[in-house]
């Protein structure tokens, strides 16, 4: 079962699907953008989407996230700047440092990124225990030292077809003494 919340992800904005074979699973966003400039509202500049993924799990074995796939387009003026970020936990542990991809303007233009475990090393659900995933993004703009009075700079998680998708890859292993 997954849960999707956040200010990026508003009711009915956003599908999630899961590999047939649980190697992976894909959200569709169709709402998430954050903006800078004419026509937008003061809250704009920064959106976020919580996904809360309670995995069932075969007795014996464990998963963590392998990678991460983010795609997106970004329309950025002259001087403004924009982020993607992101950071994966498991319930009752602390937040993964953050993975932030800066994006500067100009540039209108579709962007992709990949996050990929530290160094190799994947860290896993604790075997036998029942937590929660949680995967939080961000998108940020800012307008640096373009005109935010004249123009608009934008980033999306969300493609020109209306259908971006985020692809995350699992990590499965057997636990001990299973």
């Not at 992800?9 to 903006?35: I, K, L």
């Not at 329309?75 to 440092?97: D, H, I, M, V």
């Not at 961000?138 to 030292?145: C, D, K, W």
């Amino acid at each position: 079962m997954v849960t999707v919340n956040g200010s990026g992800c508003p009711p009915g904005s956003s599908a999630v699907a899961v590999a047939r074979d649980n190697s992976a699973f894909t959200v569709t966003y169709s709402e998430y953008t954050a903006q800078v400039g004419v026509g937008a509202k003061p809250t704009d500049f920064r959106k976020n989407c919580q996904l809360n993924l309670n995995i069932h799990v075969p007795q014996g074995f464990t998963y963590g996230i392998a990678s991460a796939d983010y795609r997106g387009f970004a329309a950025l003026e002259s001087g403004a700047k924009a982020s993607q970020r992101a950071n994966y936990y498991f319930q009752g542990n602390s937040p993964t440092a953050q993975v932030s991809h800066p994006i500067n303007g100009p540039i209108w233009d579709n962007w992709q990124f990949r996050d990929e475990a530290e160094g190799g090393v994947i860290i896993y659900k604790p075997c036998g225990e029942d937590r929660s995933l949680n995967v939080n993004t961000e998108l940020r703009v800012a307008a640096g030292s373009s005109d935010p009075k004249k123009t608009t700079s934008f980033i999306t998680m969300d493609s020109t077809d209306g259908a971006f998708k985020t692809t995350y890859h699992f990590s499965w292993k057997v636990c001990p003494g299973s």
